[in-house]
Every structure is written in structure tokens, then in C-alpha cells.
């Protein structure tokens, strides 16, 4: 009795200094994007700008001819328009002529924010699927995007994406889609609508982290009752029941098609979120199991690596081993919100009660991490198929690439290392970033196999 006393309040106390951590952390980022707004709003009225419209367009006709790169944003983060001035990338859009940055809903599922990703760039209203919706409980259309982005977008237009944690799989859902003619009234799509896929810390193939906040290990699905992840779905419920507009302006979850306002479900509305009777959490359409090992074990396996499209990924960890041990790499080196999760994620173990989530899962591989996602499950997509790969180790090995195949590389850092604050980072967050670009201006171009007279192109086939 009195172990278990102990266990307890351990447990308790973990969560309470994990809660304070990540609330903190959160309050740091809105108030420093309100600082910088309203420092900018003071020098606009101050001083006007010397920009000249005309310059502006002239630099803009430059680069119709160049595909964009679209820098897609992970969990709980946000695109351009969102948080004031405050970049999600650190400014990194800023390296290239022609970059876009989509916000996207920050915790819905990556099915739902792979749909808005479509119609962001090629215009429309964002059609979830009737079939999809009503399984979900949510409104089948959402935000209207008019004209879109990139309205030009097809094969002979292809696009460069860039995915940051769970925006790397928000991608290849997106491509698979587009190979699937998943779009009502796009039926003209195709896999070669993606040009080349640059993972940073992507979320392939899960990670235990999800286990140490909340989600059961015995499905991947549901929630523990006393875990961070229901103190995180009881604060979203709120945050989307009061409706508070300026607030949802500067930031959002992206839960607006739950419709979950007080102002459409009143306090029976409320009440039946917080009991888990509907929205995003009753139905697991968001975006939590997607990131368990099940969750993306099962989106996994119907994925694919398509033959022309380039596949480069960055896995990032920061723990080391000694002694036959996994420990984190240091305490400087390591964001503070994140270096309690780095230790945790190295010393978890599943629990032996458990059926493992696949076959042949071991402990130890999962054991190096950044603090957020395991460095297995970064490199390249294994689970439920192995996809094709190669590891290098320096970036001027890929300057003659292949298609249809996961290139990867391992870099010392920590999962938020290369995201909103680009000092942190250092040196290193332009090494990444101009290798990057480069690598999608200089190094990746569309191959299409030539066709003999009167002999109609092959479609390619693509690996399992």
C-alpha cells in the first residue's frame, strides 16, 4: 500500500511539473509574439515604410518560374498569419524567393490537415470526405481558401514540401491522396504533383513519447485518466467552447469544423465534450493517435515511396550511450521543456502485460530520441513496410540523387533545435536550411522517361 502511496504521488508530481513546464514554455511564445507585434505596429505608425510596391512586383514576377516550397508545421504549430509575426521556422522562409508556410490545424488529425493542405494550394473550400466526416462527427467542409496559393499546381507544376515533426507525414498523406484522386472534382491528380519530400524530425513511425503522456499502450487511441494529454484535451475543449475571436485569430487548433462554440452548442454542448460524448477526442480524429507506434503503423500501411519523387530526411537525437546505457547528450545542449522527456523516452520500456506493437519491436532501438520523437522512427518510413533507403553522412553525398528513395542523415539535436528560435540553433540552423534549399533548387529536377514513336508512356510502378 504504501509503494503504491508512493508511486502515485510521484506520478502526480511528474505531471504537475511537466504541466507547469509546458504551460510556461506556451505563455513565453504568446507573449513574445505579442511583444514583437505590437514592437512592429509601433515602428509601422512611427516610421513608414521606404519599400516601393513596384520593386515588390518586379521581385515577384522573378520567380513565377521557380516551384515553391512549402515549409509545413508539426504539432501545435502554426503557419503564417498566426501568432503575430512570430515564424514557426525561425525565419528560414525568408532564404529562398518563393516559399509558402500553410497554418494548419495544430492538433487536428493528419488526414483532416492533409485535406487542407490541397486546397490551401490549389484553392477551393476544404472538402473533408463525406465519408470521413460523418464517421468523425465534424462538418464535411471547412475554411475557403478562394483562388489558392499555387492555383497552377499539377505534375507539370510540381512542389517542393518541407515537413517539421508530424508535417513530414501530413506530406506523404497528401501525396497518397493525390495518387488516390482522393479530391472530388481533381480527378486529374497524381503522386508526381510532389516533386521532393524533406523530413526534419518527422514523425514516420510513432513515437513513445505518446505513451509517456497519456495514450494508452494497449491501442494507441484512448487516453490514460489522469495523464498531461487530458489536462492538454480539457484546456482545447475551453479554449474552442468560449469562442473567443481575436484569441482564435492569433491562434488556433483547428477544431472550428468540431463546431464546438458556445454560441452553436451552448453548455450541453460543453458538457458533453468534457465526457467525452463528442468531438475530436471522442472520435480520435485528431491528431495524437496518429503519432502512437499503432497509430502510424496503420496510416503506414497505406502509404507509399513513389518512384519520381526525391525523399531526403533529417533524423535528429540528443542522447548518447555509455556504457551499454541510453542518457541524454548533456543538459545545455537540450531545450528545458524537453530534457525530462529525452531522459524519459531513453529509460521507457513497453510494459510487459502489453502485446508489443509489432513484431519484432525491441526496446533498445527505440531508446535514442530528441525529446519528442524517437530517432528509429525519423529516418525513413519502416513500419508496417520497410521503404527503400540509404544513410550518409554529409549533405555533399546527395548532390546526385535517386528517386523513390529515402536518403537520411542523423544530426545532433533536439526536436525544437531548428524551429522558432533560430539563436538557439546557432550555425547549425543555417547549415540545415541553405542545405535544404539548395539541395531542392540545385540537386532534385523531374526525370520522365523518354517515349519511342508511337508508344504511350508507361506509368511507373511504385515500391511496397
Given at each position: 500500500?504504501?509503494?503504491?502511496?508512493?508511486v502515485?504521488?510521484?506520478?502526480?508530481?511528474?505531471?504537475?511539473?511537466?504541466?507547469?513546464?509546458?504551460?510556461?514554455?506556451?505563455?513565453?511564445?504568446?507573449s513574445?509574439?505579442v511583444?514583437?507585434?505590437?514592437?512592429?505596429?509601433?515602428?509601422?505608425?512611427?516610421?513608414?515604410?521606404?519599400?516601393?510596391?513596384n520593386d515588390?512586383?518586379q521581385?515577384?514576377?522573378?520567380?513565377?518560374?521557380l516551384?515553391?516550397?512549402?515549409?509545413?508545421?508539426?504539432i501545435f504549430?502554426?503557419?503564417?498569419g498566426?501568432?503575430g509575426?512570430?515564424?514557426?521556422?525561425a525565419?528560414?522562409?525568408?532564404?529562398d524567393?518563393?516559399?509558402?508556410?500553410?497554418?494548419?490545424?495544430?492538433?487536428?488529425?493528419?488526414?483532416?490537415?492533409?485535406?487542407?493542405?490541397f486546397?490551401?494550394?490549389?484553392?477551393?473550400?476544404?472538402?473533408?470526405?463525406?465519408?470521413?466526416?460523418?464517421?468523425?462527427?465534424?462538418?464535411?467542409?471547412?475554411?475557403?481558401?478562394g483562388?489558392?496559393?499555387?492555383?497552377?499546381?499539377?505534375?507539370?507544376?510540381?512542389i517542393h514540401?518541407?515537413?517539421?515533426?508530424?508535417?513530414?507525414?501530413?506530406?506523404?498523406?497528401?501525396?497518397?491522396?493525390?495518387?488516390?484522386?482522393?479530391?472530388?472534382?481533381?480527378?486529374?491528380?497524381?503522386?508526381?504533383?510532389?516533386?521532393?519530400?524533406?523530413s526534419?524530425?518527422g514523425?514516420?513511425?510513432?513515437?513513445?513519447?505518446?505513451?509517456?503522456?497519456?495514450?494508452?499502450?494497449?491501442?494507441?487511441?484512448?487516453?490514460?485518466?489522469?495523464?498531461?494529454?487530458?489536462?492538454?484535451?480539457?484546456?482545447?475543449?475551453?479554449?474552442?467552447?468560449?469562442?473567443?475571436?481575436?484569441?482564435?485569430?492569433?491562434?488556433?487548433?483547428?477544431?472550428?469544423?468540431?463546431?464546438?462554440s458556445?454560441?452553436?452548442?451552448?453548455?450541453?454542448g460543453?458538457?458533453?465534450?468534457?465526457?467525452?460524448?463528442?468531438?475530436?477526442?471522442?472520435?480520435?480524429?485528431?491528431?495524437?493517435?496518429d503519432l502512437?507506434?499503432?497509430?502510424?503503423?496503420?496510416?503506414?500501411?497505406?502509404?507509399?515511396?513513389?518512384?519520381n519523387?526525391?525523399y531526403?530526411?533529417y533524423?535528429?537525437?540528443?542522447?548518447?550511450?555509455?556504457?551499454?546505457?541510453t542518457?541524454?547528450?548533456?543538459?545545455?545542449?537540450?531545450?528545458?521543456?524537453?530534457?525530462?522527456r529525452?531522459f524519459?523516452?531513453?529509460?521507457?520500456?513497453?510494459?510487459?502485460?502489453?502485446?508489443?506493437?509489432?513484431?519484432?519491436?525491441?526496446?533498445?532501438?527505440?531508446?535514442?530520441?530528441?525529446?519528442a520523437?524517437n530517432?528509429?522512427?525519423?529516418?525513413?518510413?519502416?513500419?508496417?513496410?520497410?521503404?527503400?533507403s540509404?544513410f550518409?553522412r554529409?549533405?555533399?553525398?546527395?548532390?546526385?540523387?535517386?528517386?523513390?528513395?529515402?536518403?537520411?542523415?542523423?544530426?545532433?539535436?533536439?526536436?525544437?533545435?531548428?524551429?522558432?528560435?533560430?539563436?538557439?540553433?546557432?550555425?547549425?540552423?543555417?547549415?540545415?536550411?541553405?542545405?535544404?534549399?539548395?539541395?531542392?533548387?540545385?540537386h532534385?529536377f523531374?526525370?520522365?522517361?523518354?517515349?519511342l514513336?508511337?508508344?504511350?508512356?508507361r506509368a511507373?510502378?511504385?515500391?511496397?
Amino acid at each position: 500500500m504504501m509503494k503504491l502511496w508512493m508511486v502515485t504521488s510521484l506520478e502526480l508530481a511528474e505531471l504537475f511539473v511537466s504541466a507547469m513546464v509546458h504551460l510556461l514554455y506556451a505563455f513565453y511564445i504568446f507573449s513574445t509574439a505579442v511583444a514583437g507585434d505590437i514592437s512592429k505596429n509601433v515602428n509601422d505608425y512611427f516610421f513608414k515604410s521606404n519599400v516601393d510596391v513596384n520593386d515588390y512586383d518586379q521581385s515577384q514576377s522573378n520567380v513565377e518560374g521557380l516551384p515553391p516550397i512549402v515549409l509545413v508545421h508539426g504539432i501545435f504549430g502554426f503557419g503564417k498569419g498566426r501568432l503575430g509575426g512570430l515564424s514557426y521556422f525561425a525565419g528560414a522562409e525568408k532564404k529562398d524567393e518563393r516559399v509558402l508556410v500553410p497554418d494548419l490545424g495544430s492538433l487536428t488529425s493528419i488526414y483532416d490537415r492533409a485535406r487542407e493542405l490541397f486546397y490551401y494550394l490549389k484553392g477551393g473550400r476544404v472538402d473533408f470526405g463525406e465519408e470521413h466526416s460523418e464517421a468523425c462527427g465534424h462538418s464535411r467542409f471547412g475554411r475557403d481558401y478562394g483562388q489558392g496559393q499555387y492555383p497552377e499546381w499539377d505534375e507539370d507544376h510540381p512542389i517542393h514540401f518541407v515537413g517539421h515533426s508530424a508535417g513530414a507525414q501530413v506530406v506523404r498523406v497528401l501525396q497518397q491522396m493525390l495518387a488516390d484522386k482522393a479530391f472530388e472534382g481533381f480527378e486529374e491528380t497524381n503522386e508526381n504533383w510532389v516533386l521532393s519530400v524533406t523530413s526534419l524530425s518527422g514523425a514516420f513511425n510513432g513515437t513513445t513519447r505518446t505513451y509517456l503522456d497519456g495514450m494508452r499502450t494497449e491501442d494507441g487511441i484512448s487516453m490514460k485518466p489522469i495523464s498531461l494529454l487530458q489536462l492538454c484535451r480539457i484546456g482545447v475543449i475551453m479554449y474552442d467552447w468560449l469562442d473567443i475571436s481575436w484569441l482564435k485569430t492569433y491562434y488556433s487548433f483547428g477544431f472550428d469544423h468540431f463546431n464546438m462554440s458556445w454560441k452553436k452548442t451552448g453548455l450541453r454542448g460543453l458538457v458533453d465534450c468534457l465526457v467525452g460524448n463528442t468531438g475530436p477526442f471522442a472520435t480520435g480524429d485528431w491528431i495524437l493517435p496518429d503519432l502512437t507506434i499503432q497509430g502510424s503503423t496503420s496510416l503506414n500501411s497505406n502509404l507509399q515511396t513513389f518512384p519520381n519523387t526525391y525523399y531526403f530526411s533529417y533524423a535528429t537525437k540528443r542522447t548518447r550511450r555509455i556504457m551499454g546505457m541510453t542518457i541524454p547528450s548533456g543538459v545545455l545542449g537540450i531545450h528545458p521543456m524537453l530534457f525530462l522527456r529525452v531522459f524519459q523516452m531513453s529509460q521507457w520500456r513497453f510494459p510487459q502485460d502489453v502485446s508489443p506493437p509489432y513484431k519484432g519491436y525491441r526496446d533498445e532501438e527505440w531508446q535514442e530520441n530528441d525529446g519528442a520523437m524517437n530517432t528509429i522512427s525519423m529516418t525513413h518510413p519502416r513500419l508496417s513496410v520497410e521503404h527503400p533507403s540509404r544513410f550518409i553522412r554529409s549533405d555533399s553525398e546527395c548532390q546526385t540523387l535517386q528517386p523513390g528513395i529515402w536518403y537520411y542523415k542523423i544530426v545532433e539535436a533536439d526536436h525544437i533545435t531548428f524551429i522558432v528560435n533560430r539563436e538557439r540553433a546557432g550555425v547549425q540552423f543555417d547549415l540545415i536550411y541553405d542545405s535544404i534549399f539548395q539541395r531542392c533548387r540545385k540537386h532534385v529536377f523531374r526525370k520522365i522517361p523518354q517515349t519511342l514513336p508511337n508508344q504511350s508512356p508507361r506509368a511507373p510502378r511504385s515500391p511496397r
